[in-house]
């Protein structure tokens, strides 16, 4: 079982590039999350969407863009990379309803230089 | 500032001790989870409470949802070295079943437990 892929696992970015973070679920979950976790910050809601085609922001969307492509998919972007978004990106799934697990994946290790 | 403020950040104990995780808000949630994670992975659900002073006891582990659905709580009797993780409480504050859940972490408390 697949469960929720992410891909890249690892990416060097210089400051100004753009990029993509790719999420996918096998699960038919209605709802999907990315978050970044830094040292001591456990995991920050960056956007999230609570069913195919709809988007929302979290605690700290600036810098980002979210687009739930279908059910399975929700890409993460970054327009134009700043050091500060040095950080590993989780993206998770729930099927939607109020205390369902969430479902996480690997991690994006994302270092801008 | 998190809207999950978990206490203590880290916590460095020997086998066999007992010890308890705090998980605070200002705010009222649906529910509340605990999640563990191992270092290069993502987080795997431990418990779900729903109701206000809602006790679920996992083997070692026994978790206590406050009777306002603000806090809980996370005890672990005789801690093992396989408890050794860092530990993240979860509230949801969606307020209907049809909206999605919104899941918010706290910063999390890493533990060591040492043999």
């Known amino acids: 079982n697949a469960g929720v892929t992410q891909t890249p696992k690892f990416q060097v970015l210089k400051t100004g590039q753009s990029m993509t973070l790719q999420c996918a679920q096998d699960?038919?979950?209605?709802?999907m999350y990315w978050y970044r976790q830094d040292p001591g910050m456990g995991l920050r809601l960056i956007y999230y969407s609570a069913s195919e085609g709809t988007t929302d922001k979290g605690e700290v969307p600036n810098g980002y863009n979210v687009s739930r492509l279908n059910k399975r998919e929700f890409s993460l972007r970054l327009e134009s990379a700043a050091p500060s978004q040095t950080s590993v990106y989780f993206c998770?799934?729930?099927?939607?309803?109020?205390?369902?697990?969430?479902?996480f994946g690997q991690g994006t290790r994302l270092t801008v230089v | 500032t998190q809207l999950l403020e978990q206490s203590p950040q880290f916590l460095s104990i020997q086998e066999g001790e007992n010890l308890t995780v705090y998980c605070n808000s200002s705010?009222?949630?649906?529910?509340l989870q605990w999640y563990r994670q191992e270092p290069g992975e993502g987080p795997v659900l431990l418990v779900t409470v729903v109701t206000g002073g809602e006790v679920k006891k996992l083997k070692r582990l026994t978790f206590q949802f406050g009777d306002a659905r603000k806090d809980s709580s996370l005890h672990i009797t005789a801690a093992q070295p396989g408890d050794t993780g860092l530990y993240l409480c979860?509230?949801?504050?969606?307020?209907?079943?049809?909206?999605?859940?919104?899941?918010?972490f706290g910063e999390g408390t890493q533990l060591t437990v040492n043999p």
């Open positions: 979860a509230g949801d504050t969606s307020l209907q079943e049809t909206s999605g859940s919104r899941l918010t």
């Open positions: 998770a799934s729930t099927e939607g309803t109020i205390g369902t697990e969430a479902f």
């Open positions: 705010s009222v949630f649906s529910s």
């Open positions: 699960m038919n979950h209605n709802s």
